[in-house]
């Protein structure tokens, strides 16, 4: 607890919100890049498939997602039983780790297209140049496709990062509110309005207000940079 | 003779490659001719193995390139390829990239002499400059320089000067050919530009619809009188000789016991040149004639007539040397001359340009 113009208040869930939000947007870029390199160089119809099914978190209610997470996710299904079966002792339903799981399939999208978009700007003839100077194929992804790649990561990053510290549907279904695990700074804000504590409500908003702005300023900064350099 | 061997093909959307079977001695530059669409670009893709489609089998030297469905990766066929746009990687400086081929070569692999062939492609300045910031010519220029740093033990061009203008154009064909014979490596090159063939080929593979119709010698494609190389010029005859000390504001050619001589004074960078010569450029005379403003004139025999319609006549001739050499005349000027195939006369040549 702190105490900012008089008001007391926990920052317990800003800490929080910004731990599963870094770990979302690490989680999402590793399994994002294979993902959507993959979607950028397939040709075949199917492709229209794997695209929708990625922008899905984009239409679908976050509370439609969390309810089926939920249901997954619970701790007699399949997937922690599957877990279960490698060692694995905690459960994925009203915990950080589940918070986690849940934000990297709601932030999905965010990390996914602008990546595909940046892989499919590489022209296929820089490639074919490479493989001809004895470039092999993760030589040509590490030498060529991620360094002209650079913008689609930042933006990438920064869309997962700032789309999962904004999550409020997939929190409350999948983590509920439990003080220091699953209780995010959004939901954190929904309880103070809800028992009327306007004060400490504004704070957090406002808090939150103000470093959403600070990255997104920092991000076309870099960006701005960057476009100068690259283009 | 090593060859590079083999029945290619591979089908890309609408366009179906079916090379059929082809072998070309890996020696020399073999120019890959044909209209846009004709396949050049996609066989050339196919044997640098570009394309994991690619069907068929292809052997270079003793090496198993393409087997069925089984490909060699281009990275492993230590090719040296040179893009239509230079293809040069945006994100470096054109040190690095020149030293993206360096740092690939296998272990043990002969090193490239990186100043010699700096220097020689002409960017040993230009090294530290964004590669965005290069002129097309320097580009392609950089481009090879890439390519010869690889070792290769073919080199590939695919349409290399198209997107230079002429003076850039004639420059680069000169570094191709000075490139070619100081490393001496095989060349691929694809082009749809006569002048192109004329200047660099060695042989020429004609293709058409996704094929190769026929694998010619310069000579043999120049010497039927409706080769593809011709375009509204009429027919073209390309002779060989080794360029002289300039005399009389004049450069002589020696050809065999003969000598042509060459308006154009431009300085060359080697002695065995080529020039072209158009059939309507050439009249005939049956003795030598002394006072005339022409001064090439060269002995030769006829070897043929062929009628070209519109009353005019194309006439093959031998020269001295070897060398063949059409002229184009009217048939009411056979007539009147009596040419006939065997007979000895006079080849008189207006004009004569230096190919490319």
């Known amino acids: 607890m702190v105490e900012i113009f008089g008001v007391e208040v926990s920052l317990e869930p800003i800490w929080l919100t910004l731990e599963v939000a870094a770990w979302t947007t690490t989680i999402l870029l590793v399994i994002g890049t294979p993902l959507a390199w993959w979607m950028a160089r397939m040709q075949s119809s199917s492709k229209i498939v794997l695209e929708a099914l990625v922008a899905l978190p984009l239409v679908l209610p976050p509370t439609v997602l969390g309810f089926y997470l939920l249901i997954i996710l619970n701790p007699n299904g399949y997937v922690t039983e599957f877990l279960r079966f490698f060692g694995y002792e905690g459960q994925l339903t009203f915990t950080k780790q589940g918070l986690i799981v849940g934000s990297v399939f709601y932030s999905l999208p965010f990390a996914v297209q602008p990546l595909m978009h940046a892989f499919e700007a590489v022209p296929q003839k820089l490639l074919d140049a490479a493989a001809t100077l004895r470039a092999g194929i993760l030589d040509r992804f590490f030498s060529i496709v991620l360094p002209l790649s650079q913008r689609g990561f930042l933006v ?39 028992s009327l504590e306007y004060d400490q409500a504004h704070i957090l908003s406002a808090m939150m207000l103000i470093f959403s702005l600070l990255v997104l300023m920092l991000v076309y900064g870099i960006n701005r940079r960057f476009g100068v350099k690259v283009g | 003779m090593t060859t590079l061997r083999g029945n290619l093909r591979l089908k890309l959307g609408n366009f179906e490659l079916n090379s059929g079977d082809f072998e070309l001695p890996l020696q020399g530059v073999t120019v890959l001719f044909g209209r846009s669409g004709s396949g050049k670009s996609t066989l050339l893709r ?81 090294l530290d400059r964004g590669v965005n910031f290069l002129s097309g010519g320097e580009k392609q220029r950089v481009a090879i320089a890439r390519a010869l740093l690889t070792s290769p033990q073919l080199l590939c061009m695919d349409e290399p000067l198209s997107a230079l203008d002429w003076r850039a154009k004639a420059e680069m064909l000169t570094l191709i050919e000075e490139v070619l014979q100081a490393y001496k490596i095989p060349l691929l090159y694809i082009t749809h530009a006569p002048a192109e063939v004329e200047r660099l080929a060695d042989r020429i593979v004609f293709m058409q619809q996704g094929g190769i119709e026929r694998v010619e010698t310069l000579q043999q494609a120049l010497s039927r009188p409706d080769s593809p190389l011709f375009d509204d010029e009429g027919a073209v005859s390309v002779l060989e000789g080794e360029s002289q000390e300039i005399e009389h504001g004049l450069r002589p050619l020696k050809m065999g016991n003969r000598t042509l001589w060459l308006s154009d004074i431009s300085e060359l960078h080697k002695s065995r040149v080529r020039v072209r010569v158009l059939a309507r450029d050439v009249s005939l005379a049956l003795s030598d004639p002394q006072h005339l403003s022409i001064i090439n004139h060269l002995s030769a025999r006829v070897l043929e007539l062929i009628p070209e319609g519109q009353h005019r006549m194309l006439v ?38 230096l190919a490319e």
């Open chain 1, 156 to 194: 990438a990053a920064t869309l997962t990062f700032a789309h999962t510290v904004g999550e409020f549907g997939v929190v409350l279904m999948l983590g509920g509110n439990v003080p220091g695990e699953t209780r995010m700074v959004s939901i954190d804000i929904f309880d103070h309005v809800e």
């Open chain 2, 46 to 126: 196919a044997i640098s193995g570009l394309d994991k489609n690619t069907r068929g089998s292809l052997h270079f030297a003793g090496q198993v390139w393409q087997d069925g469905k089984k490909t060699l990766a281009p990275q492993r066929r230590h090719i040296g390829f040179v893009f239509q746009d230079a293809a040069l990687f945006p994100h470096m400086t054109v040190r690095q990239n020149l030293l993206y081929a360096l740092k690939r070569l296998p272990k043990g692999a002969a090193q490239p002499d990186f100043d010699d062939i700096v220097t020689r492609v002409g960017i040993a300045d230009k």
């Open chain 2, 316 to 353: 093959r001739l031998q020269l001295e040397d070897g060398q063949k050499l059409f002229a184009e005349i009217t048939e009411h000027s056979a007539r009147r001359l009596e040419i006939t195939p065997g007979l000895e006369l006079f080849a008189l040549i207006k004009s004569v340009a």
